[in-house]
């Protein structure tokens, strides 16, 4: 299986994800997990850093679908940060900086969340 | 005068050189067009103009300033011609939009594009010499227009190339993960996900047609609604994906509903499950390359569903297969394995028990050295149920048949237990007697089992007194008895209805008159004998046929 591995910090109420190595399908449940744990607790305030992402699947990007509707009904939001070329290049591809707030920065995207 | 004059093309063609060069340093093209055109407007002045450059033979708006988007969207649809500035839709659009001039940039004699300039800031007009300079500022930009255009053309394409690769490589990836999966739940979260992440949708359902029923696996549909309208469209018998016109114009509901596209998973060319998909995001249409890509992840991930249920299927009929060798073992274990021995009373006893566990049982309980009981019974059904039937049925029998009772008491007595015990419509024929060898009297009850034979010379008398059979209801009739003088050469022959309904290969019974027929011929041979001349006449008639029940016999000889 391949590695991957994710971890929660806490910047004043954003909540952020560092991703680590390969999310596709067998790794996505772990960033599901993430998300709705974060859900639970009521944490919609989500900045996902894909600093240390080496790769991700059409499935790993799904993840992302299927979680923004419920969080952003919640006034909450996910922004997308640190993205390698190679990463972005794939979510440009598909559209998602349409639907998706994606910053060169960590600070820079938690800065948005206390602006608004 | 002249001085000025002279300043003045001098400082014309110092702003073309310095524009020339800017212009060409840059294969961008928002760059090159955004330049082009705050060169004309700062030049002659005016207020608004626009830059709409050839794409696919039409003239397409690419840079505009000072016009508002509500003029904007009005600009026609023409074609990239020789004489397009000429267009009457053209010239129309320029006199609602105020633009006064119109110049196109040629690339050798082809037309690749227009510039529209708005009147000046001093209303004065356009002079002979104003148009002239304004087709030098454009000849001078054709060529880096077209350059940049080439590359923008070559981005486009190379993005589409992107595109493709990205989705073969999402198929090739998928394809590897939907086996790796063995639980359904995941296939289909994989499926959802793949989708939701390559065409940026939420709304989503994914069911499948378990034997003709739908059932949802995965949806942000309401799924009682979408299973109501399933239903009413009759969408199993979808073969083609429907898109957002049809859904429409033919299965409106379903559109109102925020579907916006429904692809068929199929298998083996029939159609096994739907996926349902709403809108995209930023409102775009799926296309035909995309329709394609869900289908092929679709039909992937159909396969690995399929395989996943196959492999459960296969699991449960081990388990199946290994209760029976249970129920059998529970059956055999039922039957008696040794036969008292009486001096005046031949005893044979079989059981041939058929592939699947079938409910025969018989027993022969000796009580002591003038009295033996025999019993024999079919249990409705097979399997383990029957199995525990036929133990139930053989505790009450050991247990009554010692306890002194009148037979036909106690007949009632097991009825009523077998009733009391026994799921709805599992049912016991059953016939049972006991022989005392000291009167030479044979005293039975039959309760609608298939009344045995007593042999005696050319004459067949059937034992048919007794009641109903077992398990339907409690005893409310008394079950008769009847008490048989027996002789010497009489042969008892009891038997299930394996061996009168045996059936050969055109499907014909074995039938009464066929085992009457037999047993009349061999009735002089010894108890054994009688018993596996029947047996093997019965296995003659049926030859190659499978045996279907349980053949099972008690015969018994008088010496």
Redesign the interface.
């Known amino acids: 299986m391949a590695d991957f591995s994710t971890s929660i910090r806490e910047s004043g109420e954003v909540s952020i994800i560092d991703l680590k190595g390969f999310l ?3 790794t ?1 449940p772990t960033l599901e997990n993430n998300f709705a744990q974060l859900i639970k607790d009521s944490k919609f305030k989500i900045v996902v850093n894909f600093e240390d992402l080496a790769y991700i ?10 979680f ?2 419920n969080i952003r009904d919640n006034k909450g939001d996910i922004k997308l940060t640190n993205m390698s070329d190679k990463v972005f ?2 979510f440009d ?4 900086p ?2 998706y707030e994606i910053y060169k920065n960590e600070q820079e995207a938690i800065n948005k969340f206390s602006g608004s | 005068m002249q001085e000025a004059k002279s300043l003045k093309v001098k400082r014309n063609l110092t702003a073309l050189v310095d524009f020339s060069r800017i212009i060409n340093s840059s294969i961008d093209l928002e760059f090159i067009t955004n330049n082009v055109l705050l060169t004309c407007l700062g030049k002659f002045l005016a207020t608004r103009g626009l830059i709409a450059l050839k794409e696919n033979d039409k003239i397409t708006l690419r840079a505009s300033k000072g016009l508002p988007s509500e003029l904007l969207n009005q600009f026609p649809e023409i074609e990239a011609t020789v004489n397009c500035v000429d267009h009457p839709e053209l010239i129309s659009f320029m006199n609602t939009a105020h633009l006064k001039v119109a110049e196109k940039i040629s690339a050798s004699e082809d037309c690749i594009g227009i510039v529209c300039l708005g009147e000046k800031l001093n209303k004065s007009d356009y002079t002979e010499d104003d148009v002239e300079f304004l087709n030098t500022i454009l000849n001078i930009s054709a060529t880096a227009v077209q350059n940049s255009m080439v590359i923008d053309e070559l981005r486009k394409v190379n ?1 589409q190339l ?2 493709r690769v ?1 989705r073969l490589s ?1 198929l090739f ?2 394809s590897k ?1 939907f086996g ?2 063995n639980e359904s739940f995941r296939v289909v ?2 499926l ?11 709304k989503y359902a994914v069911m499948l047609f378990e034997n003709d029923e739908p059932d949802i696996l995965d949806s ?1 549909f309401d799924n009682a609604n979408l299973l109501t309208l399933i239903k009413k469209y009759d969408l199993q018998k979808t073969v083609d994906s429907i898109k957002k016109d049809t859904l429409k114009s033919h299965y409106a509901e379903l559109a109102d509903f925020g579907v916006e596209l429904i692809v068929p998973m199929q298998m083996q060319g029939k159609t096994r499950g739907l996926i349902f998909l709403g809108t995209r ?2 409102s ?1 249409n799926y296309s035909l390359s995309d329709i394609e890509y869900i289908y092929s992840v679709g039909n992937l991930a159909i396969i690995s569903l399929e395989n996943n249920r196959l492999f459960l299927e296969a699991l449960e009929k081990q388990k199946m297969e290994e209760d029976l060798l249970i129920a059998r073992d529970i059956q055999r274990n039922l039957l008696p394995q040794t036969l008292p021995e009486y001096e005046k009373y031949d005893i044979a006893a079989l059981n041939v028990s058929s592939k699947q566990v079938g409910g025969d049982y018989y027993d022969v309980i000796p009580i002591n050295d003038e009295k033996f009981y025999i019993a024999i019974a079919d249990v409705a059904g097979k399997g383990v149920p029957a199995s525990l039937m036929m133990a139930n049925i053989q505790a009450f029998l050991q247990v009554i048949c010692r306890q002194d009772l009148k037979i036909a008491e106690a007949t009632a007595m097991i009825n009523d237990l077998v009733t009391a015990n026994s799921s709805e419509g599992r049912f016991i024929t059953f016939f049972w007697g006991f022989i005392n060898t000291g009167t030479n009297t044979f005293t039975y009850v039959n309760a609608g089992h298939n009344p045995p034979y007593l042999l005696r010379g050319d004459e067949i008398i059937k034992l048919t007194q007794g009641g109903m059979i077992f398990g339907v209801m409690k005893t409310f009739i008394p079950y008769i008895f009847e008490e048989v003088k027996l002789q010497k050469d009489d042969v008892l022959i009891l038997y299930t209805d394996g061996v009168s309904e045996a059936l050969n290969l055109e499907f014909e019974e074995y039938s009464e008159e066929r085992l009457e027929k037999k047993a009349k011929e061999i009735m002089h041979k010894s108890a054994d004998e009688i018993l596996n001349g029947i047996k093997e006449d019965v296995q003659i008639f049926t030859q190659g046929n499978l045996q279907s029940d349980d053949i099972t016999m008690i015969v018994i000889k008088v010496r």
């Open positions: 596709d399908a067998h996505a699947s059409s499935a790993g990007l799904g993840v992302f679908m299927a923004i509707e290049n794939i591809l598909l559209g998602f349409l639907l | 993005r992107d595109s990205q999402s990836e998928l993960e790796s999966f979260k994989l959802v996900y793949s989708i939701l992440g390559q065409f940026l949708v939420q942000k995001a930023g775009r």
